[in-house]
């Protein structure tokens, strides 16, 4: 089946530090990953796809096919980084594909 | 604001009972996903529409179903309610099956 796992339900840091959202999937075809975020009382939105390989609000994530990895990453933590990150994939392979979310990571950055 | 738009926001009802949650979709996507956010379970795919027909089927239970009408929205019927179906219900829809745009969710509790 196909899966996608974040080992941690909860990250904590301080403001300032570095930041890593673990995400793994289970290998299947081309998969395309994303990492969504929701903030405290808002809706769930897309952060960013591992397609475009770009940079929003500091992360960045790189596709590891060798470890099967999407990890989600910051360099310096934010107060309003705060939120409940979810990583996600799609098989890639058929508009009847049905997107697969892991359980989510709340990140909690300190003052 | 994603566009798309869900309701009602709130919803408190009874166990045994059954409800209609709505969701209209950006213009022109023809796409509906409905998904189950809870404390315990984190956010559980249900079930896709395209432009009518049922097209991905997730962990839905036989006590749920959905459709989508000619002009693109979509309902979730939800009945013999429990008190374990109390959760944050959202939709989202895309264009390309690729990304996509959630609503803000209807928060459904059980009594």
């Known amino acids: 089946a196909q899966r996608v796992t974040q080992p941690e339900k909860l990250l904590s840091v301080f403001k300032g530090a570095p930041v890593e959202l673990k995400c793994n999937y289970s290998?299947?075809?081309?998969?395309?990953l994303f990492w969504y975020v929701q903030y405290s009382r808002q809706r769930l939105q897309l952060l960013l796809r591992h397609i475009s390989r770009e940079s929003i609000k500091g992360f960045t994530a790189d596709l590891n096919k060798g470890e099967t990895s999407f990890h989600l990453k910051k360099p310096f933590a934010q107060e309003e980084d705060s939120a409940m990150y979810y990583c996600?994939?799609?098989?890639?392979?058929?508009?009847?594909?049905?997107?697969?979310f892991g359980s989510g990571t709340r990140l909690s950055i300190r003052p | 604001d994603s566009g798309v738009t869900q309701t009602p926001k709130h919803l408190i009802t009874a166990t045994g009972q059954r409800v209609t949650l709505r969701c209209s979709p950006r213009s022109g996507d023809l796409s509906v996903y409905w998904y189950q956010q809870s404390l315990d379970q984190g956010l559980q795919f249900l079930i896709q529409y395209y432009n009518g027909e049922e097209r991905a089927k997730g962990n839905i239970l036989e006590r749920f179903s959905a459709q989508q009408f000619p002009d693109l929205h979509s309902e979730l019927n939800l009945s013999s309610l429990e008190l374990g179906d109390s959760a944050l219900y959202f939709c989202?829809?895309?264009?390309?099956?690729?990304?996509?745009?959630f609503g803000p969710g209807t928060r459904l509790l059980v009594l």
């Open positions: 989202a829809s895309s264009v390309d099956w690729k990304t996509q745009y």
């Open positions: 290998y299947s075809g081309s998969p395309e």
């Open positions: 996600a994939r799609n098989p890639g392979y058929s508009s009847a594909s049905k997107i697969i």
